[in-house]
């Protein structure tokens, strides 16, 4: 069979280096109502999950975002309050924006507190999450420090043992930092499945393995669609996950002040994607506890794992193909680049 000419259109390869992605996200975060400084601090974030292979955080989360400043949910002008409350406690207020740019403006107070009392603490509330969450704690390993974060999302799990949604995907996340090499860093879902997953599997008409999630008269099912059009995930592990997600709505909500992930409602907001949620990070200075050795442990820890058989780390992956993106350029189909192109006005 003979590819159409539309199919090759469509499954055509180009290359962009990072910066350049970064600048067309920007531009169209610009475009759609953002400040310069919050499209920055987006386009940062899709553009590194697009780079290290992280696709269902990457630019397939664009027309989302779009979406969502379109209907006016979300305020792309926000400025975060930052709040200095205690020796190891940074509070922001986001201003219902976006979470990344509260914690872009908190981050420099953060790390000071973590450098002076060991360990410190940012609560970010009144905040939108839309985006991967390794990208908030790993920066913080690079300059040797352990990092932790949650964030809760909107209503689309179903506890374990009940029969209707109630929490988020609710993520989290941890970087540490390791000798000679790159930091261990991991993000997971505490639901079976990512709802980014979700969405793609659904567009690419694929099926989902068995677990993932029930459809609207709550019978288990493995097709995306029937989960995302009135069913719910479930939780990884059953009540433990759910457990872990009953933690995340705590910490990231009720700790800092934010919504739990069924309380806020944007029915009057048509088209808007992005949970009105909270976030907690939770940043600590190994040197105050195990000295300048910890990131050889993490290095012993690594060897030790690999000696008995692992062959692969979480974040390994995403460090190889983003050390071959850096080489070879990010690959986006040409569908998707001219989808890109027409959003940002080109």
């Known amino acids: 069979m003979t590819a159409s000419p539309e199919m090759a259109v469509s499954s055509a390869k180009h290359t962009l280096d990072f910066d350049a992605l970064v600048g067309l996200l920007e531009q169209i975060f610009v475009r759609h109502g953002t400040s310069a400084d919050v499209a920055r601090t987006l386009a940062l974030n899709c553009a590194g999950a697009e780079r290290d292979g992280a696709h269902s955080h990457g630019v397939f989360r664009i027309p989302g975002y779009v979406s969502t400043l379109n209907s006016g949910w979300v ?11 205690a020796s190891g406690f940074v509070r922001v207020d986001a201003g219902n924006g976006f979470a ?6 908190a981050r420099g107070l953060l790390v000071e507190k973590a450098r002076n009392a060991g360990i410190a603490v940012l609560a970010i509330r009144n905040s939108h999450h839309f ?7 790993e920066p913080f390993a690079y300059e040797g420090l352990v990092a932790l974060s949650v964030v809760n999302s909107m209503t689309c799990v179903v506890p374990h043992g009940a029969d209707r949604p109630l929490f988020g995907t609710n993520p989290i996340a941890f970087a540490a930092p390791k000798a000679d090499g790159e930091p261990i860093v991991f993000d997971l879902a505490t639901s079976a499945i ?7 599997a659904a567009r690419k008409g694929e099926r989902l393995p068995e677990g993932m999630g029930v459809d ?3 019978q288990p099912t493995t097709d995306p669609k029937a989960i995302l059009e009135g069913g719910a995930l479930l939780p990884f592990g059953g009540h433990k996950g759910s457990a872990l997600s009953m933690m995340v709505e705590l910490l990231a909500a009720a700790l800092t002040g934010g919504n739990f992930s069924f309380e806020f409602d944007w029915k009057n907001h048509p088209g808007a994607k992005t949970p009105w949620t909270g976030q907690l990070l939770i940043v600590i200075d190994p040197s105050k506890a195990a000295g300048q050795g910890f990131a050889e442990r993490s290095k012993e820890l690594v060897r ?3 000696s008995v058989g692992l ?3 979480p974040g390994d992956r995403r460090h190889h193909q983003r050390a071959r993106s850096q080489a070879e350029g990010i690959a986006l189909d040409a569908q998707t680049l001219a ?3 027409e959003l940002a006005g080109i």
């Open 75 to 85: 305020d792309g002008q926000a400025v975060p309050l930052v709040e200095d409350v």
């Open 100 to 105: 990344q740019p509260a914690l872009a403006a």
């Open 131 to 137: 985006a991967a969450l390794w990208p908030d704690v």
């Open 194 to 200: 990512a709802h980014g997953d979700v969405q793609i």
């Open 216 to 218: 609207s008269l709550g």
């Open 304 to 306: 030790q794992m690999h």
């Open 311 to 313: 062959k692969r780390l």
């Open 339 to 341: 989808n890109l192109r």
